[in-house]
């Protein structure tokens, strides 16, 4: 079965300093999707990123920057130069294209990030 | 674009009392999914719908929780005879095709006296 990890529970920074959010993923099929969501205090939950297996290009917009690696089933999240509104629970998320559809979501149990001045 | 709508945003009941949730999914959005959250945990998923169709239900969703998407346009979350455990964030989703992102809505906050 699948299984997501996000070994980190939470996260305090100074603003302007980056940042790491680690995910760690489990799966039997050799196609899959991750995908990462922020959840401010609003309570939802926001697109961020997606990638597929298939696709192991880094990727940067703006502040922020993922590092998609299969060799180690890993899936980590850069934000640059930390603002107070980055603040927020982060999750990292694995669907199966087996499971027939891209959207049915396994999520890891989230790293709160917390950006002080 | 109004994005996806669920009402109400907090409820309270009491245990042993029947709840229910609507959903308003993002417009040409043909596939509708269910989430359950608990404090301190990631979103759960309980159950989708391609159109007015239920295609697959999590285990975690027991006989007393039912869903429908009548016409394939809103979709409800019936909790019957509602238990402590029960209490979470509801949350609902939609996306366009199959292989799109979710757009979620802010959730319906359930809690069981």
């Known amino acids: 079965a699948q299984k997501v990890t996000q070994a980190q529970t939470e996260i305090s920074v100074v603003e302007k300093e980056d940042v790491t959010l680690d995910c760690v993923y489990e799966?039997?099929?050799?196609?899959?999707?991750l995908f990462w969501y922020k959840q401010p205090p609003s309570g939802e939950l926001v697109f961020l990123i997606r990638?597929?297996?298939?696709?192991?290009q880094n990727e940067i917009s703006g502040r922020y920057s993922w590092n998609f690696q299969k060799s180690t089933s890993s899936f980590n999240f850069t934000i640059t130069a930390s603002q107070v509104v980055d603040s927020a629970v982060y999750f990292c998320?694995?669907?199966?294209?087996?499971?027939?559809?891209?959207?049915?979501?396994?999520f890891g149990t989230g790293t709160r990030l917390q950006v002080t001045l | 674009d109004t994005g996806v709508s669920q009402d109400p945003r907090h409820k309270i009941t009491k245990r042993g009392q029947n709840v229910t949730f609507r959903c308003d999914p993002i417009?040409?959005?043909?596939?509708l999914y269910w989430y359950r959250q608990t404090l301190g945990q990631g979103p759960e998923f309980l159950t989708y719908?391609?159109?007015?169709?239920?295609?697959?239900k999590s285990r975690l969703l027991s006989d007393r929780f039912s869903a429908e998407r009548p016409k394939g346009s809103f979709s409800t979350l019936e909790i019957q005879r509602t238990e402590q455990g029960d209490s979470a964030m509801y949350l609902c989703?939609?996306?366009?095709?199959?292989?799109?992102?979710?757009?979620f809505g802010s959730g319906t906050q359930l809690s069981v006296l």
């Open positions: 990638r597929n297996s298939f696709d192991e």
């Open positions: 417009s040409e959005h043909n596939r």
């Open positions: 719908f391609q159109n007015e169709a239920q295609l697959e």
């Open positions: 998320a694995l669907s199966e294209a087996g499971s027939g559809t891209a959207s049915k979501l396994t």
């Open positions: 799966t039997r099929d050799t196609t899959y999707y």
């Open positions: 989703a939609s996306s366009r095709t199959p292989y799109e992102k979710l757009f």
